[in-house]
């Protein structure tokens, strides 16, 4: 049976994080609120929670994963930024987008692309997600909350907690949250190629 927490959207309270990072780190998987929807997410090294999420949304092993950051040197530590990236996402972050960037030594493996050696990374702009990433001193493992054949993330913490409550050990309600994905963009090569459309802004990638 999952806990279930209800934290204020803007204020969030510091005990309720506390423990909900207690619980990432115990290898818990968590449904809590981002600037686009509501997602899962698991401590960064933890094989047996990834796996959980696979089994949860039904996702092969190519699926990627992204790391939710908390801000840009967070990013910095797990992808290669150049001047001319930096620039680019210090204009968009914190926002409603997904980085794919050359991923570094700091990734594990099994989040890269096989082929490219990329990660996809964000920094959300919603009170809960920042005070979870500061309390937890490094990036969610995470992906959004869209079950298997639906079209669109789910948006009501009660409905999730009923869904889900014997799969996950945690639900943050954070309110009704979006149910836009982010805009995805990737800066790998040498310029910017925005390959899905979402909630972000497209015109400031635009080449």
């Given at each position: 049976?999952s ?15 506390s ?10 998987v968590?449904v809590?609120?981002?600037?686009s929807?509501y997602?899962?997410?698991c401590h ?6 990834l ?5 949860i949304?039904?996702?092969d092993?190519?699926?990627?994963f ?5 801000d840009?040197s967070?990013?910095a530590?797990y992808?290669r ?8 996402l210090?204009?968009?972050?914190p926002g409603?987008y997904?980085?794919?960037?050359r ?11 096989a ?17 979870l990433?500061?309390d ?13 054949g639906d ?10 907690r ?18 836009e994905?982010?805009t ?10 925005v390959?899905?459309q ?5 015109e400031?990638f635009?080449?």
């Amino acid at each position: 049976m999952s806990q279930f927490f209800q934290v204020h959207p803007e204020n969030p309270q510091a005990r309720l994080i506390s423990q909900a990072v207690d619980i990432i780190r115990g290898g818990g998987v968590v449904v809590y609120p981002t600037d686009s929807a509501y997602a899962l997410g698991c401590h960064i090294g933890d094989k047996q929670a990834l796996d959980r999420i696979r089994r949860i949304r039904q996702l092969d092993d190519r699926h990627n994963f992204t790391l939710v950051c908390r801000d840009l040197s967070e990013i910095a530590t797990y992808a290669r930024v150049d001047n001319t990236v930096y620039r680019l996402l210090k204009h968009a972050t914190p926002g409603p987008y997904t980085f794919i960037l050359r991923a570094t030594s700091e990734v594990p493996r099994r989040l890269m692309h096989a082929k490219r050696k990329t990660v996809g990374l964000r920094v959300p702009d919603n009170a809960i997600a920042q005070a979870l990433l500061a309390d937890l001193g490094y990036p969610l493992m995470s992906v959004t909350l869209i079950m298997p054949g639906d079209e669109y993330p789910l948006i009501d913490p009660y409905d999730i907690r009923e869904l889900l409550e014997h799969q996950v050990d945690l639900v943050i309600d954070g309110g009704y949250c979006g149910m836009e994905p982010t805009t995805v963009v990737d800066l790998a090569d040498d310029l910017p190629v925005v390959t899905r459309q979402g909630k972000g802004d497209p015109e400031p990638f635009a080449v």
